[in-house]
């Protein structure tokens, strides 16, 4: 049991017994948890409420049985009042930052199956190799596909002694997958509302991810649920939306831009994926989707292309076989373009 769930328990605690008008959480002054045992310091707003307000949150707490022991102390000095409203233009949520994670970016797009998990894989063991400490964390909880990715299809996460989500090493990053927290990869989840989130930030917070300089996110497509308690809880350096130069699959970036821009996440620009094809006889390239239209699109809202991958079989074999083409074919052309992108999103974040 976390404080912050010790503190949902204590907001559904009613003090109107005792005449007040907040309920248990708004008088918490400090709390401590070590062990099942919990220090906590309770602001006394009124003198003779005292009895009520011990019983009823040693009750709460001790019900549920992994706190043992309440040792509940008053104080007649008020808790520091919480922010009321956000300044002009900031968003109204606190974001909190994924302990020694120095940035945390978003990959997402608006269309599904334009190559969001292939980009973030690709792009995640890229900056490995080019030296920096990398996270990839596959939040698709609809259909996880980085397991089957990198070789790690049938894999289960572990949790450690301090009871944090221990991700799996493979090819120099850190990977964790929803996948390895569901009975099989096929399993359908339905996860919404409270408990989608609790369980999406389990998967930031309580992973132990050691210091990394760099954590991907591989979002599911749209704009959903899973994206929006995303962008509001947690600190992001940015995001990065995944096209292919199709109009539909530009139509639905402006949907996916403007979401990242509403809750004040900087979009760092888009990746064409799939922009051309290389004819290994001619060597000439055939632009399937059409020419010039992503550059056309990222000029009318002001995004920047981080950079344009070709199509490549290569690209789906080596995914299918779980080792990425940055890993099995480093010199050909889509490496080259993930290894470009790499550098460009390193020198954007610092
Ligand atoms: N540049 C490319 N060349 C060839 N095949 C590609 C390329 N990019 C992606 N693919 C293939 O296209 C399919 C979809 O890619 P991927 O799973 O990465 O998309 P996605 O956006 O993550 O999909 P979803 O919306 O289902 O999460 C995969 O089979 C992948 O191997
Ligand atoms: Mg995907």
């Known amino acids: 049991?976390?404080?912050?769930?010790?503190?949902?328990?204590?907001?559904?605690?009613?003090?109107?017994?005792?005449?007040?008008?907040?309920?248990?959480?708004?008088?918490?002054?400090?709390?401590?948890?070590?062990?099942?045992?919990?220090?906590?310091?309770?602001?006394?707003?009124?003198?003779?409420?005292?009895?009520?307000?011990?019983?009823?949150?040693?009750?709460?707490?001790?019900?549920?049985?992994?706190?043992?022991?309440?040792?509940?102390?008053?104080?007649?000095?008020p808790p520091p009042q919480p922010r009321q409203e956000a300044p002009a233009g900031q968003p109204a949520f606190q974001r909190k930052r994924v302990m020694g994670v120095r940035h945390l970016l978003a990959v997402g797009s608006g269309k599904g199956g334009v190559g969001k998990s292939t980009v973030s894989a690709n792009l995640?063991?890229?900056?490995?190799?080019?030296?920096?400490?990398?996270?990839?964390?596959?939040?698709?909880?609809?259909?996880?596909?980085?397991?089957?990715?990198?070789?790690?299809?049938?894999?289960?996460?572990?949790?450690?002694?301090?009871?944090?989500?221990?991700?799996?090493?493979?090819?120099?990053?850190?990977?964790l997958s929803i996948g390895f927290m569901l009975?099989?990869?096929?399993?359908?989840?339905?996860?919404?509302?409270?408990?989608?989130?609790?369980?999406?930030?389990q998967f930031l917070f309580d992973v132990e991810w050691g210091e990394l300089d760099y954590l991907i996110l591989d979002?599911?497509?749209?704009?959903?649920?899973?994206?929006?308690?995303?962008?509001?809880?947690?600190?992001?350096?940015?995001?990065?939306?995944?096209?292919?130069?199709?109009?539909?699959?530009?139509?639905?970036?402006?949907?996916?831009t403007s979401m990242f821009r509403e809750v004040?996440?900087?979009?760092?620009g888009v990746i064409e994926n799939m922009a051309y094809f290389v004819c290994?006889?001619?060597?000439?390239?055939?632009?399937i989707f059409g020419k010039g239209k992503t550059a056309q699109f990222a000029g009318a809202y002001d995004l920047k292309i981080l950079g344009s991958i070709p199509i490549d079989p290569e690209v789906s074999e080596r995914s299918d076989s779980g080792e990425p083409v940055v890993v099995g074919s480093p010199e050909s052309d889509v490496s080259k373009a993930f290894f470009g992108i790499a550098r460009l999103v390193a020198q954007e974040l610092g």
Do not use: C
Not at 142 to 169: C, D, F, H, V
Not at 183 to 201: C, F, H, N, Q, Y
Not at 227 to 255: F, H, W, Y
């Open 1 to 77: 049991m976390a404080v912050k769930d010790i503190m949902d328990a204590l907001r559904s605690i009613s003090l109107e017994e005792a005449g007040l008008t907040q309920n248990a959480a708004e008088l918490v002054k400090d709390i401590k948890l070590i062990g099942d045992e919990l220090d906590i310091l309770i602001y006394l707003p009124k003198a003779g409420a005292e009895g009520i307000i011990k019983k009823k949150v040693e009750d709460a707490l001790l019900e549920q049985g992994e706190v043992k022991r309440v040792n509940l102390k008053f104080t007649s000095s």
């Open 124 to 175: 995640s063991l890229a900056l490995a190799r080019l030296g920096h400490r990398v996270g990839l964390l596959d939040a698709d909880i609809y259909g996880p596909s980085i397991p089957t990715m990198l070789g790690l299809k049938g894999e289960r996460a572990e949790i450690n002694e301090r009871n944090r989500i221990m991700p799996k090493e493979k090819f120099g990053i850190k990977v």
């Open 183 to 201: 009975p099989s990869e096929d399993t359908p989840v339905i996860w919404r509302g409270p408990m989608l989130m609790k369980a999406l930030t």
């Open 219 to 256: 979002l599911p497509p749209g704009t959903g649920d899973v994206q929006l308690t995303l962008a509001q809880n947690v600190e992001m350096s940015g995001a990065i939306v995944v096209t292919t130069p199709q109009d539909v699959a530009l139509a639905d970036v402006r949907k996916a």
């Open 264 to 268: 004040s996440i900087p979009v760092l």
């Open 280 to 287: 290994p006889d001619s060597g000439k390239k055939y632009y």
